[in-house]
């Protein structure tokens, strides 16, 4: 798994790091590098089986703390 | 992988610059130097001839001429060159002005193709094509007769169009005769004819065919640069150009189309396409070339519209069976038997019990022997090729069968696919391509699969462009107008515009739904005759 | 079009009333438009410019990008959330067996396949799609005929009117105010002046498919089809005619399954041409994939199941998608009527 | 361009490292065809038996190639019996005893045994619903008898026992005396109000030695219990309310010489409305019928306008009758099969919130109004009776 892992992401950068080189896209690989390093720590989280927040319940929450709900 | 890839390309263009060395040297005024130059650059191939004569004007000149045997004509050689210089010139008495080869142009040479050439290259050229080059001491310029003639294949009807009705002849390998056939069906004077030569060592005469008027000026000028960038050094066959010039040269959807048949070509550049004709070859290529166009079928056009229609239809679930069938039959079989109405299911499971493999590897593996068969069968001896496909279609389906190898399901489904894929032989290679894939997906993922595998299809056919055509019009992106002859085989009178994907210029065939009315009066039995005056009062109704 | 339609069709977004549901759906048509109206009409005023630019222009680069921040998040929940329902779909109904990540990743292949190649590709699949679509909603609507009972629709009116204005909020918010998404995209997809037009039709379009998709349903399942999460789906379960056309329920999903691709295709480009328009990068490509993968990621972590969901389409997601929806781009339009941009060419 | 073979690779990569999970071949599936459900001895568990089809003999026998196992002829089907805490509990403990996966998806039918159904369904139901592969419509059926001996009886016809079944319900119209329910009809009355459920009910009859499979009686349910049951004639007598009458016979008794008339019924159609402007409000059944003239036992024409008419009357009394049988019935199991109350919730939604509460009591004393309306359409092939003797 980690490894299928591991193999996608280093595909995905095998893909596009040469073309970004090339053109010379400096601003678009600094986003690029950080996107991908975002993606690749929570799918390792994800993985290894760090347990994350869902983002839906957490924003039920939210919105039931500050009494925005509906009924 | 980008680096590689302008590292070629670098070196491609170097390669350009140091191919074109030898343009532009010219004549001396010897002959005998002249000789010398065509000998070094000929070689003493048997069949390049250089016969020395004397041209029996003023004091008798030497001269002579080289031609290539059996691409020029013998007679006209005779009679257009030799007998006129050598004995014709002797019997008047000629006031010769300093321009003896304009004054031999004009008054002895009787062939109807003529021209003065001083550079050396054109000249070989003109040698290796089949024409006679006259050299003339102490000229620095050289005549070039037209003797071009060669043994040439009769025009037939060719095997890979084989139409019910309309015309019956094809294309052949000599160029001239191609144009000829075009010029036969378009008696136009917009029909142009462009030419250029491709192949540094083939030197392949090619032609740029398109109606003038009618086709996208823009489409015209693109396939004359594509053509113009080509730089190989064989062009044998029309498929060598399509793969330099063609938009998506891994797409296994041909973006350029094929034709043997004049009347294809000649509907195609009527529509606003431009043709390629090659020397040497008899397929044609016409491009820009759209997805649908494998459906039309030049029969469409000789049969009644209904019908034609209806058999249009036919050939698109063919096509969709063709390459959908064994992916479905698969992801039924072994993801989704719930869809399966329970008697079937229960039949299937029968034929399925007892065999060793997953039916994708039986669909694949029953596949890869079908075009094997196919393959085997192609290549030899004609009724060889029968034997072997009744052998291996017969005697393998029924012994796989009966020996539990495979599944009866199984074979029925390979071979109806392998049937339906006839039916649209211009895709074929791609429902072959599909096939296997969709196959081995629904195998992987059933159904899921094969809507993954359909839908890169699809993106695929959206993203292609055949010549700035998008490939998939007139479906996507929607032309409604363009319909007519997709979705229906529309009447011939109601198709009054011209393809508007081409976007070429006068899209007007005709006017709209224009037809010739019939000009006896009817007969009207249904109404009985009432009172003369009455009548006429309606007659003049009916004139308004 | 397909857009709102596809979750829709799948997921239907009305709980507690059923057989009222095609009165939501027409409140939430005409929400739908009335939310439409700020960003078409600030995409006119600033032609050619997507949202993200018109953020910056009109609250100046600051607070602009933290709208812009805020739409693309919101945009990126969008399209994990479809990917997500599409997922809980596949594998409750169709593959129950095989773990979540093999479509999730098979799903990222194609979404990003279809990103790279561009909106233009995106919206000829989509338009493909969609006639396959309408075919098989009015082909398979023929089929079941035979099981459809009109009395299904009644009582009329068995909801107070209160009720009825907070499902119809509810629908204006999802599915139909989801369309904010295009206010990324709008001036790549038409013509200028025919943005708004393209708008209202594709609105008026999605929900006629949802109700025709709805009646259907209604009509076959009655009562019963609130019981379930999928009930489209269970509605073609009930196709039988002859011993031959039974049991298509794989078809009709599948289609909706390939609409979910362009859904989340649409949000994933979307999400990516923001981003690098908040960079000012030059192209959006090299982002399609990180991006995917987040997205991928956050439609793991969604919910934890479907049931969370519901609760959140009911109770939350009417408030949260609000100020998305609506209040954006009205405080938009608003800073930039006060600010009289865009002044003069040039200036804007 | 050269990136989408790199994305087809990609793509096969995955879905091959993925392997197969869903994937099952059709020769590891075991089709089950029918499901019965028992109370297993000790009372508490249930006892699950499935019918499962053997493909292989199903056809075997019907090509009549012989042969085959050479000895005794296989059964095209097995019983598999299977206990556990629940019905889905028992479905997996099935695959102790079997070498393949069960499938439900072509299940036909599910038999209840009485002990189950006096238990309560919504369980199984429930079960039946939520799980993705059974369908909804599949046929329910009550039996008295083990119903894993139900479906061990062979069928005479049928090769598939269960699918034998099946057939025999969807023959109700010859008779409109049995009602067929399949799973969706049944769980429609979960969610409606306060309308009951019923099923029909399958026995065991031993002829000749021989046993067979009867449909009798429709069972009642209560809630999820089943609280009693309708003979034939009640049966139909609901069936006509409920409008899902499609065939059968009417026999009348002449009341001047004693002689029989058959009536058959080619087309009816029921209604039900009510009269909510007094208290107790009423419920109205309209019953309309086309019917042929079947079939006499009396010398004298009755195609005459008089005797027509006469004919029509009678007939539309024993309808009354029927459908008086089946009300009586009803009340006093308390049991609203009809669907009245869903009649006052989808028309009269403001009077259903007001009666919903105590609807039960209310229903054993409804009054209901029932107007029939009969045409004799046709009357056969004769104009006049085939009688023996010549006038």
């Known amino acids: ?71 | 992988m980008f680096r590689f890839l302008l590292r070629k390309l670098r070196l491609a263009q170097q390669f350009k610059e140091n191919a074109t060395p030898s343009a532009g040297y010219r004549l001396h005024k010897s002959l005998e130097e002249n000789i010398a130059l065509f000998r070094a650059e000929l070689g003493e191939s048997p069949d390049v001839a250089i016969r020395r004569f004397t041209l029996n004007l003023k004091k008798g000149i030497k001269a002579a001429i080289i031609f290539v045997e059996g691409l020029m004509d013998q007679q006209v050689v005779y009679d257009c060159i030799l007998h006129p210089l050598m004995i014709e010139a002797k019997k008047e008495t000629w006031t010769v002005d300093s321009d003896l080869l304009g004054f031999i142009q004009e008054n002895l040479i009787t062939a109807s193709g003529l021209a003065q050439e001083d550079r050396f290259p054109p000249l070989v050229d003109a040698v290796l094509g089949g024409d006679t080059v006259l050299l003339i001491d102490g000229q620095t310029a050289a005549l070039v007769v037209s003797t071009k003639n060669w043994e040439k294949r009769a025009i037939e009807e060719p095997d890979t169009e084989v139409t019910i009705m309309g015309p019956r002849d094809g294309f052949t390998e000599d160029l001239r005769t191609n144009t000829a056939l075009l010029r036969r069906k378009i008696n136009y004077p917009g029909l142009v004819f462009e030419q250029m030569v491709i192949g540094r060592r083939t030197r392949t005469t090619v032609v740029v065919a398109y109606v003038q008027g009618i086709a996208n000026e823009k489409i015209v000028e693109e396939v004359k640069a594509r053509l113009k960038r080509i730089n190989t050094d064989m062009i044998l066959d029309a498929n060598y150009l399509t793969e330099f010039i063609t938009d998506a040269p891994f797409s296994p959807f041909p973006t350029i189309a094929y034709t043997e048949r004049p009347d294809v070509a000649a509907a195609r550049l009527l529509e606003g396409r431009v043709a390629v004709l090659v020397n040497n070859t008899p397929t044609i290529l016409m491009m820009p070339s759209l997805f649908i166009e494998a459906f039309q079928s030049p029969d469409d056009y000789n049969d009644h519209f209904l019908y034609a229609t209806f058999i249009r239809w036919l050939r698109y679930l063919a096509f969709l069976m063709s390459f959908l069938l064994p992916a479905l039959f698969v992801a039924l079989t072994s993801y989704h038997q719930e869809l399966i109405p329970t008697p079937l299911l229960i039949s299937m499971a029968a034929a399925v019990e007892g065999t060793p493999f997953p039916v994708v590897i039986e669909v694949v593996a029953m596949g890869a022997v079908f075009e094997i068969i196919r393959e085997a069968g192609v290549r030899l001896a004609r009724p060889i090729g029968q034997t072997i496909s009744i052998v291996g279609a017969l005697v393998i389906g029924e012994a796989v069968v009966s020996a539990g190898l495979v599944a009866a399901p199984t074979v029925i489904v390979v071979a109806l696919t392998a049937i339906t894929s006839f039916v649209v032989p211009k895709q074929q290679e791609i429902a072959i391509i599909l096939r296997l894939t969709l196959a081995v997906l629904a195998g992987i993922l059933g159904a899921y699969g094969i809507i993954i595998g359909l839908l890169f299809t699809l993106a695929h056919l959206a993203s292609l462009r055949s010549f700035g055509v998008p490939y998939f019009s007139p479906v996507i992106p929607l032309q409604v107008g363009d319909l007519k002859d997709v979705a229906v085989r529309a009447p011939l009178w109601a198709m009054w515009t011209r393809p508007q994907a081409l976007e070429g210029q006068d899209s007007k065939r005709q006017n709209f739904g224009e037809r010739v009315p019939s000009s006896i009066a009817a007969e009207e039995p249904d109404r009985p005759p009432s009172a003369p005056g009455k009548r006429k009062k309606e007659e003049k109704n009916r004139k308004k | 079009m397909s857009f709102v339609m596809t979750t829709g069709l799948i997921f239907p977004p009305l709980q507690g009333l059923w057989h009222d549901s095609w009165m939501t759906l027409l409140l939430g048509l005409a929400g739908g438009i009335v939310f439409a109206l700020p960003y078409t009409t600030l995409c006119l005023r600033f032609p050619g410019k997507t949202l993200i630019e018109i953020h910056e222009t009109v609250f100046g680069p600051v607070i602009g990008k933290l709208f812009s921040v805020a739409s693309i998040w919101y945009t990126f929940h969008l399209g994990a959330q479809a990917g997500a329902i599409f997922i809980t779909f596949l594998t409750t109904t169709i593959f129950t067996m095989t773990p979540r990540y093999v479509f999730s990743v098979t799903w990222l292949l194609v979404v990003g396949y279809l990103c790279k190649k561009g909106i233009e590709v995106i919206a000829r699949v989509n338009e493909m799609l969609l006639v396959v679509t309408v075919f098989l909603i009015v082909g398979t609507g023929f089929l079941v005929l035979n099981i459809f009972k009109i009395e299904n629709f009644l009582p009329l009116w068995s909801i107070s009117l209160s009720d009825l204005l907070r499902a119809g909020f509810g629908t204006i918010t999802f599915p139909f105010g989801q369309n904010v998404v295009f206010g990324l995209l709008l001036p790549f997809l038409h013509e200028r002046g025919q943005a708004r037009k393209a708008v209202f039709m594709g609105l008026c379009g999605a929900a006629l498919f949802l109700l025709i998709n709805l009646v259907i349903t209604v009509g076959v399942l009655g009562e019963l089809g609130k019981i379930f999460i999928f009930p489209t789906h269970q509605a073609f379960r009930m196709i039988s005619i002859g011993q031959v056309m039974t049991r298509l329920e794989l078809i009709p999903s599948l289609i909706f399954l390939a609409m979910g691709f362009i859904k989340v295709s649409i949000a994933l480009y979307a999400a990516s041409l923001g981003t690098a328009q908040l960079c000012k990068l030059q192209t959006y490509r090299p982002l399609v994939f990180p991006i995917g993968v987040l997205m991928v990621i956050a439609a793991h972590q969604i919910y934890p199941n479907i049931g969370v969901r519901l609760e959140m389409v009911e109770r939350v997601q009417p408030i949260y998608a609000l100020p998305f929806q609506l209040l954006f781009p009205l405080l938009a339009l608003l800073a930039a009527v006060l600010r009289r941009l865009p002044g003069k060419e040039g200036q804007a | 361009m050269k990136k989408k073979w790199l994305w087809w690779c990609l793509l096969l990569l995955t879905g091959l490292s993925s392997g197969c999970w869903d994937q099952r071949e059709l020769e590891r599936l075991a089709i089950v065809s029918g499901i019965g459900i028992d109370l297993h001895p000790d009372g508490e568990n249930y006892q699950v038996s499935f019918q499962i089809i053997r493909p292989d003999d199903v056809l075997g026998g019907r090509g009549g190639t012989g042969g085959g196992g050479g000895g005794g002829a296989n059964k095209p089907f097995w019983t598999l019996k299977a206990e556990g805490k629940t019905v889905f509990d028992a479905i997996r403990n099935a695959t102790f005893e079997s070498s393949r996966r069960l499938f439900l998806s072509h299940n036909e039918v599910v038999i209840i045994n009485e002990e189950v159904a006096k238990k309560g369904i919504f369980p199984i139901i429930e079960f039946l619903m939520r799980d993705a592969e059974p369908r909804l419509s599949e046929w329910l059926l009550v039996t008295p008898d083990q119903a894993e001996k139900v479906l061990q009886v062979e069928s005479k016809l049928e090769k598939v026992p269960a699918a034998g079944i099946a057939h025999q319900l969807q023959t109700y119209h010859a008779t409109s005396k049995v009602r067929a329910v399949s799973l969706y009809d049944f769980a429609n009355h979960f969610v409606q109000k306060k309308t009951a459920g019923t099923m029909p009910v399958i026995r065991i009859v031993e002829t000749d030695g021989e046993k067979i499979l009867k449909l009798e009686k429709t069972a009642v349910f209560k809630e999820d219990k089943l609280a009693g049951d309708l003979d034939y004639r009640e049966t139909r007598g609901l069936l006509w309310v409920l409008g899902e009458v499609r065939g059968g016979i009417i026999v009348l008794e002449l009341p001047d010489d004693g002689a029989t008339v058959s009536i058959e019924i080619s087309e009816a159609t029921g209604k039900i409305s009510a009269v909510v402007k007094e208290r107790p409000l009423k419920m109205q059944v309209e019953i309309d019928l086309e019917a042929i003239l079947g079939g006499q036992s009396t010398e004298q024409n009755l195609v005459t306008p008089e005797k027509t008419n006469f004919l029509e009357k009678l007939t539309a009394e024993a309808i009354t009758g029927e459908v008086e049988a089946a009300l009586s019935k009803a009340r006093q199991l308390g049991a609203d099969i009809f669907g009245f109350a869903e009649h006052l919730h989808r028309y009269h939604p403001q009077v259903w919130k007001e009666l919903q509460k105590e609807w039960e009591s209310y229903f054993r004393q409804l009054d209901v109004t029932i107007k029939v309306k009969v045409l004799i359409a046709e009357v056969g092939l004769t104009r006049r009776p085939a009688i023996l003797f010549g006038e």
């Not at chain 1, 896209?25 to 993606?39: D, H, K, N, S």
């Open chain 1, 1 to 71: 798994m980690i490894l299928l892992v591991l193999l996608g992401f280093a595909l995905i950068v095998a893909l596009e790091l040469p073309g970004l080189l090339k053109a010379r896209y400096w601003r678009e690989l600094i986003v690029f590098a950080l996107l991908t390093a975002g993606a690749f720590i929570l799918s390792l989280l994800l993985v290894f089986g760090v347990e994350l927040p869902y983002i839906d319940s957490v924003l039920i929450e939210v919105f039931t703390k500050l009494g925005l709900t509906l009924k």
